[in-house]
Structure formats: C-alpha cells, structure tokens
C-alpha cells in the first residue's frame, strides 16, 4: 500500500537575492514554501543607484514576487511583516497573523549603520530602498533648482556641494553619477549656476576607497573620480552631521563642510530579526548584529533554521567573514533550497562553499574596474563587462531590455529620462 508523504513546510522570509533564489530552487514535490515579504516585489539592489542619480525608473529594476513565481505552484507568496519568531512551536509571527513551518529560511537583509548616530538618517539618507532612491534623487535635482535660483554665492556653493560618506562600491557608483549629472546638467540644463562653484567629495575613514578590492584598481577608480571632479577624502572620519552641514576630522583636525547633500554609503547592519533569533536560540551575534552560522548556513543547535545573505556571519577558507553581497546571497540561497530537498531524501551535502566569481564596480560614465580571479580590469572593457553582467543578473527579461533601452539612450544622448522630483517635501 503506497503512503502519500505530507508536504514539508518551508518558510522563507526576504525576498531579496538569497530568499528569492531559494524559492526558485525549490522543485515540484515534497516541499511546499512560502515566501513571506513587506514588499510585493523583489528589487535588484545593485542598480539602486541609477535611481537615485535618475538613469532608471524604479520599475526599471523592481519586479512582482508573483510574475516571478506564477510557474511554480509549490511556492506561495504572503505580503506581511515578521513580528516574531517562535521557534519552540516553529511560527513565524506575523502582524497579519501567523505560519507555521517545519524548516525556516531567514533572509531578511540589511539596514543602514550608522554606527550609533541613528539620528544623523535624518539628514544623511542611506539607500536600500526604492523609496531611500527617490529621496536621494529629489534632494540631488532639488540642491541643482535651488542653486539656479538663489543670488548669494555663498548660498549657491552650499548648495552645489554634494557629500557622500563610505566609499565602498555603493559610494564609489554614486560619487561617480553625481560627477557625471553635474557636468552634464551644468553643460546643458542650467543657465545662471557658475560650475567653478561645484564641489563633490567622497569622504573614506581608510587610506584608499574600494578596501575590498587589490590596490591598482583602488588608485585606477581614485584616478576617474578625481577627473570627472569628485575628491577622495581618505583618513576623514565623519564625527558630526547635521541640517546643512557635516563634520569630519582628520587626526587631530577638523572641517566643518556647508551642504545641503550629504549621502551615506558608510556601512550595513543587519535586520533586527537577527536580535530575535539571536535571544531564541543563543546563537552570537557580531558587530554589525549578524548571526554567527554552522558551516551548513543553520543555527547552532538548530538544523531546522537556516539564515542566509546580510544575516549571515560564515567564514570562507582563509576565516574571513564572506562579503554582504548579491553573489554570495544568490549562491547561499540555492545552496539551502539544496540542502532542503536532499535531506528530505535521507541524503545531505557537502558545507557550503561560496565560489567567488569577482567583484567589479562603475566608477562615471564609461569606466568600470573589475576583479576576477587574477584578470583585473578598468575603464572601458571593464564598463562593457559590467554592462553584460547586469544585464544577465536582472531577474525579468522585460526588466532587461528596458534597462537595455535606457542605458542606450542615456549614452547616446547623456539625458536621464527619470529625472523627476517627486514626494513631499519634507523640510
């Protein structure tokens, strides 16, 4: 007589690179997920940037959860926000309710860090969201309305004064989009602003920007920067930011800078749920709140719960702790799925061991430095890589060829099609 097997019960909360690509992962048969999310839609983070500087509208790089699901019956999609986690009785507590499940991925991400000044967010946005995008958008195209408008030259050097914090990828991409929009919309947009009164400055508490990356390409990006007009600020720390104005010092030095602009690229911290699971089961946390995992991606004492991507604090082969980045979400996430399916086949795998394919970042309109193994590249070939890269890692086709489109008529015309200030406005 033939038994039929109850479904396993997975939960997935996060939709972002891991979450998603577990879901994707799972086959038809014994598992039955459901992928829980604020949002209803899964964001390509990576091109968050292009947003914010108006390259891309948002819906260039957000697609529905259930366009990207509808052909797999075996995965749910529930919109809510996670309250809690019972890991006794194995729920997940929702504002809207509840789930229960019998294997639990964590993959809710990251927020800003602003390193105990939670209170600098105000005037120092960071961007993790589309909504973090348009913001920055709007006081970016705002600060250039307003310099066109004021008479008091020193008011206008206030506002043409534009500070991003961290120069890591994300400050780096930024710093160089801003230099770009500037000498364009100074160009050809703007009539009465003196571009002589222009200023954008990366601030970095290292010695050079890109830490992760060898030091040739660091001074190859430093070297762009510097000729679209962007100034590396290195050994500054930011000890002070307020409405109008930062403050960095330099060994014993300090600088008060007038601006309207202040961007913030500095760091991460991972989601609260971390604090959460981290009182349930015991397992430690570092300093950037993420989880310390089995070589399995579980909990300690926990096999059922597995946590993934920002979350997740794994060290690799040389005991560095793997990177809060979308490859190593991506491969986390099928890696789990994996891991999943096999046990419920009386089966397991080797540990997880992330593949690290390269790192590369654009630095301005045409130029790029890349990371791959041992090939490392910049400028033009390493833009052109970068453009395929993105291209392919963008979830829909339609979201391909529409951010294909977009970038062909930037570069061949250097207008940003979304240049719109939008929200309320908030001063």
């Known amino acids: 007589m033939d038994f039929i097997r109850e479904k396993h019960k997975v939960v997935i909360i996060g939709g972002g690179f891991g979450g998603l690509q577990a879901a994707l992962a799972f086959k038809k ?41 509808k052909r797999r019956p075996n995965i749910h999609v529930l919109m809510g ?28 991400g990251s927020t800003h860090h602003y390193f105990g000044h939670d209170g600098w967010a105000r005037f120092a946005p960071g961007l993790k969201t589309i909504e973090d995008a348009t913001e920055i958008r709007k006081k970016v195209l705002t600060a250039f309305e307003k310099a066109e408008g004021v008479n008091d ?64 390409l660091s001074r190859k990006a430093e070297e762009k920067l510097s000729h679209i007009g962007v100034t590396c600020r290195l050994k500054n720390l930011v000890i002070g930011v307020e409405k109008g104005a930062l403050t960095i010092q330099e060994g014993n030095k300090t600088e008060r800078i007038k601006t309207h602009t202040i961007l913030w690229a500095a760091g991460i911290m991972a989601s609260p749920l971390t604090a959460i699971l981290s009182e349930r089961t015991g ?18 004492g926990h096999p059922e719960i597995f946590v993934i991507g920002d979350m997740a604090a794994l060290t690799d082969a040389s005991s560095k702790i793997l990177p809060s980045t979308a490859p190593v979400a991506i491969q986390e996430g099928k890696y789990v799925a994996r891991l999943i399916q096999k046990r419920l086949d009386g089966k397991t795998i080797q540990p997880f061991s992330y ?45 391909r060829l529409l951010v294909l489109i977009q970038w062909a008529w930037s570069y061949f015309t250097r207008n940003r099609s979304a240049g719109l200030i939008t929200g309320k406005d908030n001063d």
């Open 29 to 69: 048969g014994l598992v039955e997920a459901t992928l829980v999310d604020r949002r209803n839609f899964h964001l390509f983070q990576p091109l968050l940037y292009q947003v914010a500087t108006g390259s891309l509208s948002p819906a260039n790089i957000a697609t529905p959860f259930r366009r990207i699901l």
């Open 81 to 108: 926000e996670v309250m809690n986690i019972d890991v006794v009785k194995k729920l997940v507590l929702l504002k809207e309710g509840e789930l229960s499940y019998d294997t639990l991925i964590v993959a809710a």
């Open 153 to 216: 030259a020193e008011e206008v050097r206030t506002w043409l004064t534009f500070v991003v914090v961290g120069a890591g990828p994300t400050g780096v991409e930024l710093a160089g989009a801003l230099g770009e929009i500037a000498r364009d919309a100074l160009k050809n947009e703007f009539k009465s602003i003196d571009p002589s009164f222009l200023k954008i400055i990366l601030v970095e508490g290292e010695a050079r920007i890109l830490q992760p990356y060898i030091p040739k």
């Open 283 to 300: 397992a430690t946390l570092d300093r950037f709140q993420r989880l310390a995992v089995e070589a399995d991606l579980t909990l300690p």
């Open 355 to 399: 593949n690290d394919k390269g790192q590369m970042v654009t630095v301005g309109r045409t130029s790029a430095v890349a990371e791959i193994g041992r090939l490392n590249l910049w400028g033009y070939p390493a833009w052109l890589l970068w453009l395929l890269v993105h291209l392919l890692q963008l979830v829909e086709f339609e979201n």
